[in-house]
């Protein structure tokens, strides 16, 4: 059974560095994720990797600032968030979906909501 737990959200000024955990219950898909959810706003992709060979896709507003990454030895999937901004304040989960490689690697939220399994989440907040 699917299980997710993140941590590692908190409170930063922007500019600032946070590194978000995703521990799993060592039954996972080979696509995972995460994403994000600001208040009044539709979730979305904020990176993907595909462990069967490590491809990666991160969306073009956290390009060259996140990095995703999973070891696999720990379950655990990891999310290291560099030069942070306001517009990155959101309730950040992690996901695992039975995603082939072209459909884990990019923004096709669609497919999550309606086969994927997401964590809690974990709130993250910039500020200025």
């Known amino acids: 059974q699917v299980h997710l737990v993140e941590s590692g959200g908190g409170s930063v000024l922007a500019g600032g560095s946070l590194r978000l955990s995703c521990v799993d219950s060592?039954?996972?898909?080979?696509?995972m994720g995460w994403f994000r959810q600001a208040p009044g706003k539709e979730r979305e992709v904020v990176a993907s990797i595909y462990t069967g060979d490590g491809g990666t896709y991160y969306a073009d507003s956290v390009k060259g600032r996140f990095t995703v990454s999973r070891d696999s030895a720990k379950n655990t999937l990891y999310l290291q968030m560099n030069s942070l901004k306001p517009e990155d304040t959101a309730m950040y989960y992690c996901g695992t979906g039975p995603f082939i490689r072209p459909s884990c690697l990019g923004a096709y939220v669609d497919k999550w909501r309606g086969n994927g399994y997401w964590g809690q989440g974990t709130q993250v907040t910039v500020s200025s």
């Open positions: 060592g039954y996972t898909y080979n696509c």
